[in-house]
């Protein structure tokens, strides 16, 4: 599970964000579960990135569900929940973010790109409330990697290659439906090369250890 990440404007993430088409980007700092986060998606006027509430499903009311965590979305869901369904076949995302954060029996680590920021899969909806359009967004989840079981063992957001070029404009294409392509990147595979930090806290990012890296596979 991933439960808070950060996007600020420094060298990877400028980095990423002109590898996919979209410099323009606020750069968030802190993002948690129902606060605004930035999601690149593919329009019929071109790509581009926008902001979106960090938590897919809203009520009646235009606020989160907090019935449902739905700040994350499992990948043996993503074609079968009444929520996951559609939007993963025609509204998936990436999430940019410099870092994630997470945690485990009480010890926390961040995690970042070694070359660049994170490209997070994710999925997205929009929802009419009142007189304004409202996008919200959710990262998607894998099984947890075996070189994650010390300090996260339960699961690994789905991490992307923007270097695979092909593959990224799959996944940002809405009219791309054909999602049995994506069937091996959600096996919690890590198809980029990670750095890992011991945190001193869930949010103090000072580091509580040595870095090390986890090559891609």
Same mark, same amino acid.
């Given at each position: #599970?991933?439960?808070?990440?950060?996007?600020?404007?420094?060298?990877?993430?400028?980095?990423?964000?002109?590898?996919?088409?979209?410099?323009?980007?606020?750069?968030?700092?802190?993002?948690?579960?129902?606060?605004?986060?930035?999601?690149?998606?593919?329009?019929?006027? +071109?790509?581009?990135?926008?902001?979106?509430?960090?938590?897919?499903?809203?009520?009646?009311?235009?606020?989160?569900?907090?019935?449902?965590?739905?700040?994350?979305?499992?990948?043996?869901?993503?074609?079968?929940?009444? =929520?996951?369904?559609?939007?993963?076949?025609?509204?998936?995302?990436?999430?940019?973010?410099?870092?994630?954060?997470?945690?485990?029996?009480?010890?926390?680590?961040?995690?970042?790109?070694k070359d660049r920021a994170l490209a997070l899969g994710g999925l997205y909806k929009t929802y009419q409330v009142g007189d304004e359009t409202v996008t919200t967004a959710s990262i998607i989840t894998c099984p947890g990697h075996t070189k994650w079981t010390e300090f996260?063992?339960?699961?690994?957001?789905?991490?992307?290659d923007v270097d695979d070029t092909e593959g990224i404009g799959m996944w940002l294409d809405p009219t791309f439906n054909q999602v049995e392509?994506?069937?091996?990147?959600?096996? +919690?595979? =890590?198809?980029?090369?990670?750095?890992?930090?011991? #945190?001193? +806290?869930?949010?103090?990012?000072?580091?509580?250890?040595?870095?090390? =890296?986890?090559?891609?596979?």
């Amino acid at each position: #599970m991933c439960g808070a990440f950060h996007l600020v404007k420094e060298k990877k993430s400028l980095g990423l964000m002109s590898a996919l088409g979209t410099p323009e980007f606020t750069g968030k700092g802190l993002c948690v579960p129902a606060s605004t986060i930035e999601i690149v998606l593919e329009t019929e006027s +071109g790509r581009r990135c926008q902001p979106a509430k960090w938590w897919l499903l809203l009520g009646k009311d235009g606020k989160p569900n907090y019935q449902y965590a739905t700040f994350n979305s499992r990948y043996d869901k993503l074609r079968s929940s009444f =929520l996951t369904k559609k939007p993963y076949q025609t509204s998936r995302c990436i999430i940019p973010a410099s870092l994630v954060i997470e945690g485990q029996n009480k010890k926390y680590h961040s995690i970042t790109g070694k070359d660049r920021a994170l490209a997070l899969g994710g999925l997205y909806k929009t929802y009419q409330v009142g007189d304004e359009t409202v996008t919200t967004a959710s990262i998607i989840t894998c099984p947890g990697h075996t070189k994650w079981t010390e300090f996260h063992a339960k699961s690994t957001p789905l991490f992307l290659d923007v270097d695979d070029t092909e593959g990224i404009g799959m996944w940002l294409d809405p009219t791309f439906n054909q999602v049995e392509a994506f069937d091996d990147w959600l096996t +919690g595979r =890590l198809p980029i090369d990670v750095v890992v930090t011991p #945190m001193a +806290g869930a949010r103090d990012l000072t580091a509580a250890g040595p870095s090390f =890296l986890c090559g891609r596979d």
